[in-house]
Structures are given as C-alpha cells and as structure tokens.
C-alpha cells in the first residue's frame, strides 16, 4: 500500500505542476459556475430547484468534457514513459509491475478528482449562496452527480491506460484515445438511436445491455434518472421506468468500466516488453 501511494503522490504533484491541468480546472469551475447561475433563472418558470437544473445541466457538460480531459492525461502513461526512457528506472525499482500501474492510475485519478471536486464544487457554493431554500434531497443528488463524475473520470482513464499499454507509438496511443471519446460520446448514441428509429422492434432488454455497454450512457441514466426531481425536470422518468436499470446496478456497472479496463492493461503490461 505504501508503494502505490508512493507512485500515486508522485503523479499527484507532477500533475498539480501542470499548467494544463490547472487551466482544465478552472475550466471545469467557470462552466460550472456559468451554468449554475443560468440554471437558477428558469427555476420560478417550471416550478424545480435550481439544483435540479444545474445537476440536467453539469450532467450533459461532464458526459463530453470529462472523459476528454482523462484521456488526453492518462493515454501516454505508458507509453510516454517508455519513450522518455523512464519507464526502465522505474522498473529498476524493488516494485511490481502491477504496482506501477495502478499507483500511476490511482494518481490521475486522484486528478481527475480534484478538478471535478473543486470545479463542481463551487458550483454548490454559489448554489448555496443564492436565495432559493435547498432541500437535503437536492443536495443528495448534487453530491451523488460529482462522485459518478468521478467515477466516471476513473472509467475512461482506465480506458487511456489500456490504450497506452498495448500500442508502442504515443501517436498511435492517442488516435485509439480520440477514437474511444468518438465512439463513446457520440457515435454509439447516435448508432442506438438510429437502430431505434428504424422501427427494428429492439426488446427492453436488449436496450438495457446496450446502454450498459457504454460507461457515458450508465453515467447519465444514474444522474437523470436515479433521482425523482431530477428525471421528472429532465424528462427521463418514464425512461427510467422503461429501461429498469436500478441504481445500485449502474453504480456497479460504472464501477465494472474502472476495473476490468484497468485489469486488462495490468495484465498486458506485465508480459510488455520494455
């Protein structure tokens, strides 16, 4: 455990010296910020919290910024230390090599969390400050909104190290990470959608594993429609009641998207060739 958290703080402050990650946090937080002021205006129209507009809001922000921002940290891992030849010290080190990666993964992690804890959470402060009464349910949504954003931040990092780990090239590492965002974020729902449209009569159950299949769709079905104020104001309930996907089971399927991605890049880093 010391040597994960060895190698974790390590990527920690490496990445708290970025210039980029820190730009991409206060990019994270203007959003955020942006769109809980404008979420509050409609709120005395339609009658909802302006939590509950912030959450429809940061829940679609989140599907597209960041999975990009994890990738683009997390697809050169490996294979950037391979190229910058410190992938050979480090190894030189008494440390396994399943050890290695996962205190590196825990350590963008940990940086995708921060930004997402930071940048989200002032949001809620400036939700907080304002002169609509909150209640506890509300804010039960908002903090289950920024721990699935984390959950799925981890996801696709998971996904940008397997990427790094089976290619040799960083070039070709980040063309499978810009490939994976595409599919992911938009060519799969527009692939569902169409296949839909068609009037293919796709079963409930075939529509449930496809959904599953797709960490960004778990992420967005948990946060519009886990949440009863929440799914009413986005229109989703009648789709959470379609679907039948309970809230435990896409937690868990988020959590399946961390861990099998992260599992198999371990299991091909240690018969890497280095």
Same mark, same amino acid.
């Given at each position: 455990?010391?040597?994960?958290?060895?190698?974790?703080?390590?990527?920690?402050?490496?990445?708290?010296?970025?210039?980029?990650?820190?730009?991409?946090?206060?990019?994270?937080?203007?959003?955020?910020?942006?769109?809980?002021?404008?979420?509050?205006?409609?709120?005395?129209?339609?009658?909802?919290?302006?939590?509950?507009?912030?959450?429809?809001? @940061?829940?679609?922000?989140?599907?597209?910024?960041?999975?990009?921002?994890?990738?683009?940290?997390?697809?050169?891992?490996?294979?950037?230390?391979?190229?910058?030849?410190?992938?050979?010290?480090?190894?030189?080190?008494?440390?396994?090599?399943?050890?290695?990666? &996962?205190?590196?993964?825990?350590?963008?992690?940990?940086?995708?969390?921060?930004?997402?804890?930071?940048?989200?959470?002032?949001?809620?402060?400036?939700?907080?400050?304002?002169?609509?009464?909150?209640?506890?349910?509300?804010?039960?949504?908002?903090?289950?909104?920024?721990?699935?954003?984390?959950?799925?931040?981890?996801?696709?990092?998971?996904?940008?190290?397997?990427?790094?780990?089976?290619?040799?090239?960083?070039?070709?590492?980040?063309?499978?990470?810009?490939?994976?965002?595409?599919?992911?974020?938009?060519?799969?729902?527009?692939?569902?959608?169409?296949? @839909?449209?068609?009037?293919?009569?796709?079963?409930?159950?075939?529509?449930?594993?496809?959904?599953?299949?797709?960490?960004?769709?778990?992420?967005? @079905?948990?946060?519009?429609?886990?949440?009863?104020?929440?799914?009413?104001?986005?229109?989703?309930?009648?789709?959470?009641?379609?679907?039948?996907?309970?809230?435990? &089971?896409?937690?868990?399927?988020?959590?399946?998207?961390?861990?099998?991605?992260?599992?198999?890049?371990?299991?091909?880093?240690?018969?890497?060739?280095?």
């Amino acid at each position: 455990m010391n040597t994960l958290l060895i190698i974790a703080g390590k990527e920690l402050r490496e990445a708290t010296r970025n210039r980029w990650v820190v730009a991409t946090t206060l990019l994270m937080a203007a959003l955020a910020l942006t769109l809980s002021f404008l979420g509050s205006v409609p709120t005395g129209t339609v009658g909802v919290g302006p939590v509950e507009v912030t959450i429809v809001s @940061l829940s679609s922000l989140t599907i597209f910024l960041l999975p990009l921002i994890a990738l683009l940290l997390s697809f050169d891992a490996v294979v950037g230390e391979i190229d910058r030849g410190t992938m050979t010290l480090l190894l030189s080190y008494p440390v396994a090599r399943w050890q290695l990666l &996962l205190g590196k993964f825990l350590g963008h992690a940990a940086v995708i969390a921060l930004a997402t804890v930071v940048g989200y959470g002032a949001a809620g402060v400036a939700l907080a400050m304002g002169d609509t009464a909150i209640g506890p349910d509300s804010w039960r949504a908002f903090a289950s909104m920024i721990g699935s954003s984390v959950m799925l931040g981890a996801a696709f990092t998971a996904l940008g190290y397997l990427a790094s780990t089976i290619v040799r090239d960083r070039g070709t590492a980040a063309g499978i990470a810009v490939a994976v965002w595409l599919c992911f974020v938009l060519l799969y729902d527009m692939a569902l959608l169409g296949i @839909l449209a068609s009037g293919s009569g796709l079963g409930v159950e075939t529509l449930n594993w496809l959904l599953l299949a797709n960490p960004a769709d778990a992420y967005r @079905l948990f946060n519009l429609t886990g949440f009863k104020g929440v799914s009413s104001f986005a229109g989703t309930a009648g789709l959470a009641t379609h679907v039948q996907l309970s809230v435990p &089971l896409l937690l868990a399927v988020m959590a399946g998207w961390i861990a099998a991605p992260l599992a198999l890049a371990a299991a091909l880093f240690s018969r890497k060739q280095i």
